[in-house]
């Protein structure tokens, strides 16, 4: 028998769920389009047709377009891949295709030193447009899933498994450096998590003993930050797995992030209200009021 006080909540819920996304759709008919110095391409948008591997895949959807990059999804006649396309547009009279290839030399990098990890999106390769080669561009496979919600509960051994993930990663000698975005966690149809984006990744070339001692503190510290940032999530959604609070968390913060945060926050606020006096955010800052969504994955409604 259904409990009437759980069908009533349900049915709250559901109405909550579709006011959001009745206000979110109108916020997102409202914005405008950014600018084209505020976008990766310009102009212009992810090429239709792409080649990885020798195969012709065709762009099914454009999951955002910001100022660093477009991002969108192209399927084959048998897979499905995430494209990149790293900043290309000019400021002014600079040029900044210097920096789209550097961004995605980068994240090949990193995508290769990692690759074979189960939890982490396999790379497929060069990416092609009319037979040539776009060095500002990076693919890897498409996962199908959904970023971790919000208070969303999940099964006993996701957090484990995705500890041994970021164990590997680490491991390998690399950071992850953004891990405290949920969006950077997915959980996949089996309800498996893994663990994407490393464009903004830390890592050190394991050839070069000099850099390893040079630079094997900084390394060592934003593994904690890792560490920190994957409890306070677990901390969030399975929080009877390890016995603390947010509070908790707060007060074990280490001084490092509290020191970013005094740099980070100001900037993300400055950021937000020059994007709204452009009319591409709503006041409210939240990124629904752009023309495409800064979201990794959606949930399938």
Known sequence: MTDPNQAGAARMSNAALMASETSAGSHAAAARPRPATFRALGAAEPPERIVLDGETFRRVEILKHDSWAATAVYRSASRTAKCKFNRTQQIGIVPMGWLGRTLAARERWFMNRLAGIEGIPRSLGDLRVDGAPVATAIAHEWIEGHALAEGEHV????????????????????????????????????????????????????????????????LRLLQRCDDYHLLK??????????????????????????????????FRTVRRRLLTALGIRSKSGHAFSEAFPEIAHRRAA
């Not at 089996?190 to 830390?202: A, E």
């Open 233 to 266: 999530h677990r901390v969030k959604h399975r929080p009877d797995q390890v016995g603390l609070s947010l509070g908790d968390m707060q007060r074990m913060r280490p001084w490092w992030i509290r020191a970013h945060r005094c740099v980070a926050i100001p």
């Open 155 to 218: 099964d006993d051994w996701f957090f484990p498994q995705l500890e041994a993930i970021l164990d590997e990663v680490h491991r390998r000698g690399v950071a992850h450096v953004d891990l405290h975005k949920r969006e950077n966690i997915l959980v996949d149809d089996h309800g498996r998590p893994c663990l994407i984006d490393y464009q903004i990744s830390f890592g050190i070339p394991t050839e070069s003993r000099l850099t390893r001692v040079l630079l094997g503190g900084v």
